[in-house]
């Protein structure tokens, strides 16, 4: 696996509808993935639940094929892409040394098993 590529062993939530957008010319479909928290030996849940908000883009929508709502819950295994965004408010950018405002980690999918 690549460095910046991350393996999230979870689930499609049942009724999760998929959100798809245009981002200039480019489609994008976004989704919301559940990775269960940690649990011991003993059954006792130990982590927080993970929610990852992924993204297909342009022609790889039509080869994924994953329709639009979930009907049902079923696991899955996800490698995505990761990157990190950073943006800037307008006025910042004036100041020598700007603040950033939102930074963000983009997670865009590779694959799905």
């Not at 991350?6 to 689930?11: A, S």
């Not at 649990?39 to 639009?68: A, H, N, Q, T, Y």
């Not at 979930?70 to 892409?81: D, G, Q």
Request: aromatic share 16%; hydrophobic share 40%.
């Amino acid at each position: 696996m690549a460095n910046n590529q991350i393996e999230l062993k979870g689930f499609f939530v049942k009724d999760q509808a998929f959100k798809e957008e245009l981002f200039g010319e480019t489609r994008v479909q976004k989704f919301v993935f559940l990775v269960p928290g940690y649990v011991d030996s003993f059954g006792d849940k130990k982590g927080k639940d993970e929610f990852w908000e992924l993204s297909i883009m342009g022609d790889r929508i039509d080869e994924f094929k994953l329709p639009k709502t979930i009907l049902e819950s079923f696991k899955a295994k996800v490698t995505c892409y990761i990157n990190s965004k950073l943006w800037y408010q307008k006025e910042d950018i004036q100041r020598e040394k700007p603040q950033f405002s939102i930074y963000a980690v983009v997670a865009k999918i590779e694959h799905v098993k």
